[in-house]
């Protein structure tokens, strides 16, 4: 079926980061927000309103065919030059 290759699919992408958008909070309800890749592809994340529109970074760590499930991840900082010994 269609949505047995789309899970075969997606299962290989579990365990990498995604770029996602927060769009708004999932009908599942509780503290998930729903967001999307730049694949359009749909992620569960925990998390709240405030967070609404917010660019996030993302790893996959589950997937229910169609939508994945993820947590917010941390990039590290942005590399500043070292200090020169004077």
């Known amino acids: 079926t269609i949505r047995g290759i789309s899970r075969a699919e997606n299962l290989t992408l579990l365990g990498e980061r995604r770029e996602v958008l927060v769009e708004k909070e999932a009908r599942r309800g509780g503290e998930l927000l729903q967001t999307r890749t730049r ?17 996030l970074n993302v790893e996959l ?22 200090p020169m010994a004077g």
């Open 39 to 55: 694949e359009f592809k749909t992620v569960l994340v925990p998390g709240d309103a405030s967070m609404l529109g917010q660019y």
């Open 61 to 82: 760590t589950g997937t229910t065919g169609s939508t994945f499930t993820g947590q917010v991840v941390k990039e590290r900082a942005e590399r500043k030059p070292l």
